[in-house]
C-alpha cells in the first residue's frame, strides 16, 4: 500500500513536471539572457571591451552622485564659450586674456588657435588630461596637472551655467543616466566682507589653535550670531538660490532630474572655509534645488592637511544644528607616498566618525586607516562609497587590485558608480561602468545594485527617488530585452 502510494505520488510528481512550462532558461528571460551576455564578455582571456562599452553605454546608470560641474565641461566647449565673449588665450600661459593690452607674450583668438594644431593640443592637454599618458612630453605630476585645469577654465565656467548644465543634460541622456547631482561652486560670500582684517585673522588663528570640539563649537558660535545678525549674509545666499533657479529652468523633465550640491575649498583660511559651509547650509535649507554640502580640493594641500581635523568639526558643528541637511565629503583621495603615513591614518574615519558623512568621496586610502575595521562597519550601516575608478587612477596612480574597491564590495558598504570630472578626465558614466567590470568582475546583479544604489543614496527627496527608480525599473525591463536580442544576434 504504502509503495503504490509512493508510486502514485512518481506518476502524479511526473504528470506534474510534464504539464508545467520548462524553468525559465536564460535565452528565455531577458534579466538572464543580458546577464549572460555580459558574462560573454568575459569568455576571452581578455575582457570584450568594445562589448563592455555598448552594453554600458546602453545600460540605464541611474544617477551621478560625485560630479563637479565645471570638471564635467570638455575643453572644446570652454574655447566656444571664451570665442563667444571675443576673449583671447595667451600662447605662453594658455591662460584666458580678457582684453587686448598689458600682455607680455603673444595673445591669438580661439579660432587662431585652433588653426594651430601645436597651439591647439598643448592647450587641450593643459585643460585636460588629454595625452597625458600616450606620449612623452613635458608635463606636470598628475595631481598637478589634474587640478590645474580647474585654473584655466574658471574665468568661463560659471558665466556659461545655463549653457552648460544644458549641454551635461544632453550627455546625461545620451547615456541613459537619469539623475545628477553637480557639486556647483561656493556660494561665493568672503568672510572679509563681514570681518576686518583683525577679526579674520583672530578667528583663523584661534580656530587653527582649538583642539576640542567645544573649543571649536564655541568660535563658530561667534561667527555663526555674526551671520546670523546680517541681513546681508541670508541676502546673499537668497541671490544665489534666485540664480541658480533661473539657470535650472527647464533642466527637469519627465525623464531626467538634476540637483545640486555647493561647497567649501579646503585649501582656503579656516573663516572663509566655515563661511562657505554655513552659507551652503542656508542654501539647502531654501531651496530644494540643493540638496547637500560638501568639500572640495586636493587633500594633500599643506593646508587642507593641516585643517583636516578642524573642518571635520565644523561639520560636527553644523550637523548638530542642521541635522536634516545631508552632506557628501570628499575623503581619503589620498595614497601611500603622496604624503606622511601619518595622514593616511584617519581622514575617512573623521570624515564618517567626527564629520557623519552621509557618502564618502573617494575612499581611496581606507586599507592605511588605523581604524579601518570599525570604519568598514560603520560605513556599512550608515554611509555609501562614491568610486571614482578614472579619477582615482590619474591623481592618485591606484587602479586595479590595489584600488579598496573590492573590500568595500566584499564587506557590503553600498557602492555608487560615478565620474568625478568628466570633462577633465575626458570620459563618461559608461566608462566608470566599463573599468569596474573589466577590472573586478563583479555580477549583473551586483552592478544593477550599484545603479539603484546611485538612486536610494542620493540627497533627492522620497517621493523623488521613487519616482526615479519607477522610471529605472521600465528602463530596465527595455535594456534587458534589447540585450537578449542582440545576445540571439551575436554568434
Ligand atoms: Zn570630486
Known amino acids: 500500500?504504502?509503495?503504490?502510494?509512493?508510486?502514485?505520488?512518481?506518476?502524479?510528481?511526473?504528470?506534474?513536471?510534464?504539464c508545467t512550462p520548462t524553468p525559465?532558461?536564460?535565452?528565455?528571460?531577458?534579466?538572464?539572457?543580458?546577464?549572460?551576455?555580459?558574462?560573454?564578455?568575459f569568455e576571452a582571456n581578455i575582457p570584450n571591451i568594445a562589448l563592455q562599452n555598448l552594453f554600458f553605454t546602453q545600460m540605464p546608470k541611474g544617477g551621478d552622485l560625485h560630479h563637479h560641474y565645471s570638471g564635467s565641461i570638455y575643453a572644446e566647449t570652454y574655447l566656444e564659450w571664451v570665442k563667444n565673449n571675443d576673449w583671447f588665450i595667451d600662447t605662453c600661459s594658455f591662460k584666458i586674456v580678457k582684453a587686448k593690452g598689458g600682455e607680455t607674450c603673444k595673445i591669438v583668438t580661439v579660432d587662431q588657435l585652433i588653426a594651430d594644431d601645436t597651439l591647439y593640443r598643448k592647450l587641450l592637454m593643459l585643460w585636460s588630461d588629454k595625452d597625458f599618458d600616450n606620449h612623452s612630453h613635458n608635463q606636470l605630476p598628475p595631481d598637478s596637472n589634474f587640478f590645474n585645469t580647474f585654473g584655466y577654465f574658471s574665468p568661463i565656467s560659471?558665466?556659461?551655467?545655463?549653457?552648460?548644465?544644458?549641454?551635461?543634460?544632453?550627455?546625461?541622456?545620451?547615456?541613459?543616466?537619469?539623475?545628477?547631482?553637480?557639486?556647483?561652486?561656493?556660494?561665493?560670500?568672503?568672510?572679509?566682507?563681514?570681518?576686518?582684517?583683525d577679526e579674520v585673522k583672530m578667528f583663523n588663528n584661534e580656530l587653527r589653535h582649538a583642539t576640542t570640539q567645544e573649543e571649536v563649537n564655541a568660535l563658530l558660535d561667534r561667527i555663526s550670531a555674526v551671520y546670523t545678525r546680517n541681513q546681508a549674509f541670508s541676502a546673499k545666499v537668497q541671490n544665489f538660490v534666485t540664480e541658480l533657479e533661473r539657470r535650472h529652468e527647464g533642466i527637469d523633465t519627465a525623464n531626467f532630474t538634476m540637483r545640486y550640491q555647493t561647497y567649501a575649498i579646503r585649501v582656503l583660511d579656516p573663516l572663509q572655509v566655515y563661511t562657505d559651509l554655513l552659507a551652503g547650509y542656508k542654501a539647502v535649507l531654501s531651496s530644494p534645488l540643493i540638496v547637500g554640502v560638501n568639500i572640495v580640493a586636493p587633500e594633500n594641500n599643506t593646508v587642507a592637511i593641516n585643517d583636516y581635523t578642524l573642518h571635520m568639526r565644523m561639520f560636527n558643528y553644523l550637523v548638530s544644528k542642521y541635522p536634516q541637511v545631508p552632506?557628501?565629503?570628499?575623503?581619503?583621495?589620498?595614497?601611500?607616498?603622496?604624503?606622511?603615513?601619518?595622514?593616511?591614518?584617519?581622514?575617512?574615519t573623521q570624515a564618517r566618525k567626527i564629520a557623519g558623512a552621509n557618502r564618502i568621496g573617494h575612499g581611496v586610502d581606507l586599507a592605511y586607516e588605523?581604524?579601518?575595521?570599525?570604519?568598514?562597519?560603520?560605513?556599512?550601516?550608515y554611509a555609501a562609497v562614491e568610486i571614482n575608478l578614472t579619477s582615482n587612477e590619474f591623481i592618485l596612480g591606484v587602479a586595479g587590485s590595489e584600488?579598496?574597491?573590492?573590500?568595500?564590495?566584499?564587506?557590503?558598504?553600498?557602492i555608487i558608480i560615478s565620474t568625478d570630472d568628466s570633462g577633465v578626465?575626458?570620459?563618461?558614466?559608461?566608462?566608470?561602468?566599463?573599468?569596474?567590470?573589466?577590472?573586478?568582475?563583479?555580477s549583473y546583479a551586483t552592478i544593477k545594485k550599484y545603479v539603484y544604489n546611485s538612486i536610494d543614496y542620493s540627497f533627492l527627496t522620497p517621493a523623488e527617488k521613487a519616482k526615479v527608480r519607477a522610471q529605472l525599473d521600465k528602463k530596465f525591463v527595455v535594456f534587458e530585452k534589447e540585450m537578449s536580442t542582440l545576445a540571439k544576434s551575436l554568434k
Open 327 to 348: 552632506h557628501s565629503l570628499h575623503a581619503g583621495e589620498l595614497t601611500i607616498g603622496m604624503v606622511e603615513p601619518k595622514e593616511l591614518l584617519f581622514h575617512i
Open 158 to 197: 560659471d558665466q556659461y551655467m545655463d549653457v552648460g548644465l544644458n549641454i551635461i543634460k544632453q550627455r546625461a541622456l545620451n547615456e541613459n543616466v537619469s539623475y545628477i547631482e553637480s557639486m556647483l561652486s561656493r556660494i561665493g560670500i568672503n568672510s572679509s566682507e563681514f570681518f576686518n582684517t
Open 1 to 18: 500500500m504504502r509503495y503504490l502510494q509512493h508510486l502514485s505520488l512518481l506518476v502524479l510528481l511526473s504528470l506534474f513536471i510534464g
Open 370 to 381: 588605523k581604524e579601518s575595521l570599525s570604519l568598514l562597519k560603520e560605513l556599512k550601516e
Open 24 to 41: 525559465n532558461l536564460p535565452q528565455n528571460d531577458d534579466e538572464g539572457a543580458t546577464s549572460a551576455l555580459y558574462e560573454r564578455t
Open 425 to 442: 578626465s575626458r570620459a563618461n558614466l559608461s566608462h566608470e561602468y566599463v573599468l569596474l567590470a573589466s577590472r573586478y568582475h563583479p
Open 403 to 414: 584600488h579598496p574597491y573590492s573590500i568595500y564590495a566584499a564587506y557590503g558598504v553600498p
